[in-house]
């Protein structure tokens, strides 16, 4: 029983090791050329009521209630929800909005609490776009622990791959 809980105490504290050598921060990012202008994707970043077409948060929960105030778009813009355990709650602000970059600052209340920037960052090239979606922000010790059994860029980066693949159709074909 004493091997057993020795065993135990090492698995512990080699986590707790382990995730205390993960970086401070993070960053998620995620590349897609869109066939597309930047004038016709801008729009469907820079105004809220246009995620529900290609967002991939914003059909994990078709009940979530969603208050846009602010600006009806770009610098000023808000977007707030609150939906099931997969949705979550939080808010969005658009800080700074131009052609080429769009700023976000985004605040989780539930399932847990974070304040992170997104940044959608639009250059052209040649006949498209390559739009890259990004998020960065603190990473606190519990995000750290998390951190040792999962792969937060791969478990967001895939959303965000979803939601620039969504972008590219309603944008190739606005």
Do not use: C
Request: net charge neutral.
């Amino acid at each position: 029983m004493l091997i057993a809980l020795g065993v135990i105490v090492v698995l512990l504290l080699g986590i707790v090791v382990i995730a205390s050598t993960k970086p401070n921060e993070f960053r998620v990012r995620r590349t897609a050329r869109i066939n597309a202008p930047v004038e016709r994707i801008v729009p469907q970043i820079n105004d809220f009521s246009n995620w529900v077409k290609w967002s991939p948060y914003d059909s994990l929960d078709p009940d979530m209630k969603k208050t846009l105030t602010g600006a009806p778009a770009g610098t000023g813009a808000i977007y707030e929800w609150e939906g099931n355990s997969k949705a979550g709650k939080g808010r969005m602000e658009i800080l700074d909005s131009s052609p080429e970059h769009i700023g976000i600052q985004l605040n989780f209340e539930k399932p847990f609490r974070a304040s992170n920037i997104a940044e959608f960052t639009l250059a052209p090239n040649g006949n498209g776009t390559d739009v890259t979606w990004s998020m960065h922000g603190a990473r606190p010790f519990a995000s750290k622990l998390m951190g040792v059994f999962i792969d937060m860029d791969n478990f967001v980066g895939r959303d965000f791959e979803r939601g620039l693949q969504n972008l590219k159709s309603v944008a190739e074909h606005a």
